[in-house]
């Protein structure tokens, strides 16, 4: 047991996934990203893409959730993460739709057993003005380690979320993700000034 969870331990570490920072990579200029359409690199912009976008926030908290809720070395049964975010803006008039992908992964810890796993990640936009959440939805997502296997990935593409268009929308409005567990409410508060991951 001893050596499985030393073993764990340090693909834990090698992966990243006690950081509380999970970086939020910013997308090509020009061309559709792959986590959105599977496009090549050189593809033509979006009509009305623009790179002036409301940039990722991961809350404290809320990059990855563990089972049991709270368990630490042995104990662990498995947990998810949050590995890499995006995010493309697109003006329509007098209105800005933004895309939000998430992917992460599943991973087993030194009690586990490989099977299907899921958990919520809500996806939000805030407005920086008054820290007022303009729009919110929570999103199931799920993963399946096979046997033989200690991890696995995940993909969530959010449904567009469709603002008023301003002047300067990396400066009016920021996007919050993270994992509901472990992180209640915690896009809802405005005090909260700790935010991990942005870019």
């Known amino acids: 047991m001893k050596t499985g969870f030393k073993a764990w331990t340090a693909l834990v570490l090698t992966m990243g996934l006690s ?9 090509p200029k020009v061309g ?3 986590l959105f359409a599977g496009s090549s690199a050189g593809a033509a912009p979006a009509p009305g893409a623009t790179a002036d976008c409301p940039v990722i926030v991961i809350e404290d908290g809320a990059q990855m959730i563990r089972s049991p809720a709270g368990a630490v070395a042995a104990s662990v049964h498995h947990q998810m993460s949050i590995k890499s975010t995006a995010r493309q803006c697109v003006v329509e008039g007098d209105h800005l739709t933004i895309s939000v992908g998430i992917e992460g992964d599943a991973m087993l810890g030194p009690a586990g057993a490989p099977g299907s796993y899921g958990g919520v990640i809500r996806v939000a936009l805030r407005r920086t003005k008054d820290e007022s959440i303009v729009s919110s939805k929570n999103y199931r997502v799920g993963a399946m380690i096979p046997s033989g296997m200690a ?6 593409l959010a449904d567009p979320i469709l603002t008023q268009a301003s002047a300067k929308p990396q400066e009016d409005f920021e996007i919050l993700v993270g ?3 472990g992180a209640a409410g915690a896009a809802d508060k405005p005090n909260r000034k700790s935010k991990k991951g942005r870019r």
Do not use: K
């Open 179 to 181: 994992f509901t567990d």
């Open 151 to 156: 991890r696995t990935d995940f993909r969530l």
């Open 19 to 27: 950081s509380p920072g999970a970086g939020a990579f910013e997308l």
């Open 32 to 34: 559709m990203p792959d």
